[in-house]
């Protein structure tokens, strides 16, 4: 072999290496630390922490990335929901006792930490699916449905939610959501959610925002924000695009 071989050789060896996991096998060996990363902390999925507390709810805060968050798979059910990874509707969310796990937020918390997750995106529409059915991935009829579905519209995923966070009449709060959420990008117009969904996960609750296609986005576009707002909880996270390809293409 001659050095120039080696060297490439050793060179490309080094480049898989160092690849993402997403890059440098198919998703049916990824193993459970790697669909965790992906739901929960990869370019797809951000955690964001806000301040929060008060004896009266949560308060205004801004957030600023932090690991954490849930590592359940969103469950609910509607058109446009990545065909079938959100599953079971939530019907028992609104009341003020009604929470998952965290406790009404009714006390003093310094924190609370969210993921925001571009659900609709391939990888992890592939994670959570691996999530799902395990070593028989590959072999299911019902993933490969899911995976060739046309999806017609962006899904972002707010993960980590406290019962507490969902109290009162649940239109009234899909409502609000509604008119307080939108997709930014400069130089172009804000997208606001036709539908907004809410499902039960592993920890707490998720909400599901449904964006149309009505807006194409591309690398050149640099980064899309995320904005939000729950009660008083301001809720933001931006999303790098160059850091979003997969299988050479934007996956949103």
């Known amino acids: 072999m001659t050095r120039n071989t080696l060297a490439a050789a050793l060179a490309g060896a080094l480049s898989l290496y160092a690849a993402d996991f997403w890059q440098s096998k198919p998703f049916s060996e990824w193993s459970e630390k790697d669909t965790q990363r992906m739901v929960e902390n990869s370019p797809w999925s951000k955690p964001v922490s806000v301040a929060i507390g008060g004896t009266d709810g949560p308060r205004a805060g801004r957030g600023r990335g932090n690991r954490g968050g849930n590592d359940g798979m969103g469950e609910t059910a509607g058109a446009g929901s990545t065909g079938g990874l959100i599953e079971d509707p939530m019907s028992n969310v609104g009341g003020r006792n009604r929470n998952a796990g965290g406790g009404d937020v009714t006390g003093p918390i310094a924190t609370a930490t969210f993921i925001v997750r571009w659900q609709s995106a391939l990888p992890v529409k592939e994670a959570l699916l691996k999530q799902k059915y395990g070593s028989e991935v590959g072999a299911s ?64 609750f998720e909400i599901y925002f449904f964006f149309p296609k009505k807006i194409e986005y591309s ?34």
Not at 146 to 158: F, H, N, P, Q, R
Request: hydrophobic fraction near 45%; proline fraction near 2%; charge should be positive.
């Open 141 to 204: 009829p019902e993933a490969k449905k899911v995976l060739e579905a046309d999806e017609k519209v962006y899904v972002i995923a707010l993960a980590g939610v406290a019962g507490g966070m969902l109290r009162g009449d649940m239109e009234n709060i899909k409502k609000a959501l509604l008119g307080a959420t939108a997709l930014s990008a400069k130089g172009k117009d804000d997208l606001k959610p036709v539908d907004v969904q809410f499902g039960k996960a592993a920890k707490g």
């Open 219 to 252: 690398v050149d576009d640099r980064e899309i924000e995320f904005n939000s707002k729950l009660e008083s909880i301001m809720v933001r996270q931006k999303f790098k695009l160059k850091d979003m390809m997969f299988d050479g293409r934007l996956a949103l």
